[in-house]
């Protein structure tokens, strides 16, 4: 199946995988949090937060006025970027988490799983670049779970964003149910690989486009 041609793409958060500064290695810390749902300090005198509600709070009072208000400005759906295997009951969704915080913010109208993975792929985090899912990897590895819904606009939701290709799927299968729908992306971090970050937070928006079996985010 032939991908989508390029999706917008928008993000609030940089990490530094490879970094060394001490930004870098808050950013690590703080994709860590992400990813498990944890708590961590902040703030001066430091305070425990919940990090994905904390975060998404900073986001909501900043979206106004830049670049993200378009993404969220419409009332979208809002849709969690699948894992990389199928959801089993209880486990740890954090692109979910995330979705259902947006919307309790006023960032989207309501979160709908409506990208389920049928059989599973391996982590792009744990593979080589080399190594890591294709485009059709992911494409046949998902399914859309309800094409009644007809939503004007949907915005797939992950949490950290690197290359794009399982987004692209996503999209691109979404796009064959609801043809009529504004699709884009978000994702809360986007990886910032070989370089040290200057400041965690910053707002962009860009595109995912394919390239070779894979695809290519920009920024």
Not at 9 to 25: A, D, H
Not at 101 to 113: C, F, K, S
Request: hydrophobic share 40%.
């Amino acid at each position: 199946m032939p991908s989508l041609p390029e999706i917008p793409f928008g993000s609030f958060l940089v990490y530094g995988p490879q970094g060394t500064s001490p930004v870098s290695r808050r950013s690590k810390d703080i994709c860590s949090l992400v990813k498990q749902d944890g708590l961590g300090q902040v703030g001066n005198p430091p305070k425990l937060v919940r990090m994905i509600p904390f975060l998404v709070r900073r986001l909501s009072g900043k979206v106004a006025g830049s670049v993200l208000a378009d993404w969220f400005g419409d009332q979208a759906v809002l849709v969690p970027a699948p894992r990389s295997s199928p959801v089993k009951p209880d486990s740890l969704y954090p692109t979910r988490l995330i979705c259902e915080q947006l919307v309790a913010n006023g960032l989207g109208q309501e979160t709908r799983m409506l990208l389920e993975r049928v059989t599973a792929v391996p982590k792009a985090a744990f593979s080589r670049p080399a190594d890591r899912p294709t485009f059709q990897a992911h494409y046949d590895s998902l399914r859309v779970t309800d094409e009644l819904l007809k939503p004007r606009s949907i915005v797939i939701v992950d949490d950290v964003v690197t290359q794009g290709t399982m987004l692209l799927a996503s999209a691109t299968r979404l796009h064959e149910a609801f043809p009529q729908a504004r699709l884009r992306v978000f994702g809360l971090i986007r990886t910032m690989s070989q370089q040290e970050i200057v400041q965690i937070e910053d707002i962009c928006t860009g595109k995912i486009q394919p390239r070779g079996e894979r695809a290519v985010r920009t920024p």
